[in-house]
């Protein structure tokens, strides 16, 4: 682990609808969210350049996966960083619905 995971804080953002992981105050990268029903749709995520190859991608949504857990919901893997994680992630496969014409339809929608 290097010193720049042990300095950065995951949290949500309701306001926003999105997850950020922050580095010394600043926002290093977030992960975007629609709720729909009991789903949680991660839909985007991006790490700022600055922080690219120190792993606060994968930190970041295993926390908001975690959250996700926590708060009863289930999560739609919409964003390919997401899906990947899951694939590697075996561990929160029982949470995950799978993206369906209808999720992408409506997150579409939810956009604009």
């Not at 606060?56 to 708060?71: I, K």
């Amino acid at each position: 682990m290097t010193g720049t995971e042990t300095a950065a804080t995951v949290r949500r953002v309701d306001d926003e609808q999105l997850y950020e992981i922050v580095v010394d105050g600043e926002r290093a990268g977030l992960t975007a969210y629609r709720d729909h029903g009991d789903q949680r749709v991660f839909y985007h995520t991006e790490t700022a350049e600055a922080y690219a190859g120190q792993g606060l991608a994968g930190r970041l949504v295993r926390e908001a996966l975690t959250d996700v857990r926590a708060a009863g919901k289930r999560f739609v893997p919409v964003c390919p960083y997401v899906k990947k994680f899951l694939a590697k992630h075996e561990e929160f496969a029982d949470i995950a619905d799978p993206v369906t014409p209808e999720i992408l339809h409506w997150i579409r929608e939810q956009l604009g």
